[in-house]
């Protein structure tokens, strides 16, 4: 039979596939089951519809399972990972097993795979049947899934008579998808339809119209809840005032929230709707009642009125994935259709207060106005006039303008020229940026004067406080100014100073307090740096009377030699704050500097540490990020003065923090860079350093090699002549010869020792401790004859350390012998033994004689030596030894004062 014939036989069963009546995702799927159970070989079939709606805040996919239960098909999971699905989703590949318990239980996904295992099943086919379909911007797909508890079912013979079937099953299910979102709509328009008609009743009261809304909107979308918050920017308040369903927390109208958060909150100061399609995975969902966890999907959308957000319309539900396109589509509809209404019925209520109105818009403008006559006298002045020129509106009409503003802004600043002008032509003049007092630097003014078209001719008198707009344009200037400045320091240390002498300085921000944060990535720690300010009134007071007003650059240059006056003195507390991943990620996501009023409405255990460091009333916090790494944070505070900090003082502030992250960003990487040139020099001068002392160690062994065996004569022979002779003369100078021979002898031991390579150390778990008390009891006798008193300090629990043991104790020899030597008179010769992280360390310290710096920086050369009769190979050899076990030696004198060598060696791994 052929494929067309596949086609056309099976005529009447296709006919009835099509025939639908109930066009729901059930009824279609039993439907095809039928269709299919004697075509594919099945003992089940489930049938998965992926959607990948196109609105913000919601998972790339949602995935809906549906299955047959007891009565016919049922949704029965709705999730949104689902990795292998993805792939034939995407791909439009079917894909098949012939023996599932093969596989390990993340080749599927979890619910997918979880409901095909529990039924026993072993083959499985998967075929995509609609892929990439679109209805609006919403595309879906639907994928099958066979499943038979026998192995080897399915193939590609099976997928190939299935596949005749698909183009059917396609044309089937985009018509229920067409029908249903037709259906969605239908009750969508329904919806706006009837809250338009119960607006016409409702025009004059906002709280009734909205309660009608959300009962409409809860009724025919069976949403968990439905509400209506106004908005109050003056409280900066999210006020509940409708709510239908099932929400107990709105019962009785009385929620009330910060419009700084949440999702509600965001939706109100940005003006724009927000999906959260899973709640518990959303960075802006904030859940007021922890302790109830129904909501899982959450849309809010803003009414607006006119320009301005006046409420939010806030939808819950208690299903993953709830909102697809087409709903949130309707509803911002809705919600600006709610919007107009409102601002319909206001605009008819201030048409019938039309007179009083006009009056009152004059009054409430920002700028201050007054209408003059011909004559130049005042016949109406809104309140901002009277406030700005402290005018007494009982004896203010008709009298003459230059009576009552400043002489010197009527005469002095130009505006009785502007009348001159205007009284030959018509038009208007203006004057910029005046001096409202003399004496007054930080106000400044706009005047406009209008001349009117009618006879005799009248004028309009607009008078604009333009001082933030001047402030601003100071505030750039000052930006500027702190940018150059910050980027001329790679200093971090004197970075941060400059950074916290900009916030606090009085040309700068002029803030009572900062703080600065460093972050350790590898420790996941907030490192305070530096603080600056004082710590209590009666000090600020005291500082701020002493100080006098300084420019902006001296008190950068005092903080660069970090000798800044008290106010802006420098000083660390040394606080730490720990942090995790996800803190720090929701800080690098706000960027901007923000205030902290109350700690306990933060969720975020690192903002409310930070908020904890200041008792101020609000707290702002300023992230340093610099491409999209966080690298400190600035905390700062009005503790002394208490003056709010406001929304221009953050804007100005963000940009700020942003200069300063790159300039600390600039700084760190000097700082790096620096460190790495400064690790190559030092293994440069090592390697140099080696290569010397290789040719100085080949050298002295092949010299000592050829001194020792005349050398051995020579003192054989003066040995012999002590021995024999009766010539106390003779005897004495073979006595000479044999002392230098002995001499002569132990150089070169200390030379063959330097040379030799050290191949043969051996090393074992020692105990520091042990070695050096050995050592102490060696040279006791020594000690004693030269009045030395010998101390050993050691540690409780001290570590071990892995060391060649005799090695180490003629380190320790060396190190005795010659502070012994140092200390002609008697003294004291301390051990001190201490962990250190990972290292022990041990002190040799001496109340010797000392060395001057110029000595110590030879002090470790070979045959250097500050004794008369001294090899100079001692120490050498001492740090040849200690490096040799991976380890550091340092020394520490001054003449006069002894001297203290510290040594450092890993401890040993248990």
Known sequence: MTDVEQVLEPAQPIRELLALEDWSWEAVFDRVERFLQDRVPMEGLVFVVVSRPAVSGTPARIYRLFARQEGGYRPLY?????????????????????????????????????????????????????????????????????YHSQGGQYNEEALRRLEVWLPVLALVFQLVHLHQSYQLRRIHT???????????????SSGRLYERAVELIQERFQFYDVAVLEVDWEARQLRLVAHAGRYPYYQNLDYVQSVEMGILGLVAREGQPYVANDVQND???????????????ELALPIFVGQQVAAVLEIQSETVGAFADADVDALEVLARLLGQIVRTGRSIQELRHFEEFNRQVLDTMPAAIAHLDSSQRIVYANSQFLALFRCDPSNLLFRPLSEVVPSYLFYEQGLQSLFEQLAQVRGCGMLTEVKIEPSDLSRRLDVRLCRTDTEPPEYILIVQDVTSRVLQINQMRKLHRLAMELQRTLDVDALCRLILTSVTAGPGFGLNRAVIFLYDEQEKLFVERHAVGPSSAQEAYDIWQRIPFQRLEEYFEEARRDTVQSDVSIYRRYTQIRATDGEVRALVARRQPFLVRDAEAESSSLVRALRALSTAEEVVIMPLIARNRLLGVIVADNLITRQAIDAQMLETLSAFASQAALALANALAYRELEAAYKELQEARDRLSQQEKLAIIGQMAAHVAHEIRNPLVAIGGYARRICQTSRDETAVRRAEVILREAERLELILKEVMDFAS???????????????????????????????VQIVVEAAPDLPPVRADADRMKQVFHNLAKNAIEAMPEGGTLTFRLYPEGGQVVAEVEDTGVGIDPESQKRLFEPFFTTKRHGSGLGLAITKRIVEHHEGTIEVCSKPGGGTKFTIRLPRAQE
């Open 78 to 146: 709705l999730f949104s990972r689902c990795p292998f699905l993805d792939g034939v989703a995407d791909t439009c590949a079917a894909r098949w097993w012939g023996d599932l318990s093969q596989f390990e239980p993340v080749s599927i996904a979890s619910e997918f795979e979880r409901y095909l295992r529990e039924r026993g099943a072993r083959s499985v086919l998967v075929v995509p049947v609609v892929h990439g379909a679109k209805v609006g911007d919403e595309s879906f797909a639907v994928v099958l899934g066979f």
């Open 190 to 204: 329904g919806i706006i339809r009837d809250i338009s008609t119960a607006a016409i009743a409702e025009l004059f």
């Open 757 to 787: 390579p050290f191949t043969s150390m051996r090393f074992q778990t020692v105990s520091l401790e042990q070695l050096v008390r050995e050592v102490c009891d060696v040279i006791l006798v020594a000690a004693q004859e030269a009045n």
């Open 283 to 297: 960075p802006y969902y904030i859940n007021p009642f922890p302790h109830d966890l129904q909501v899982r999907s």
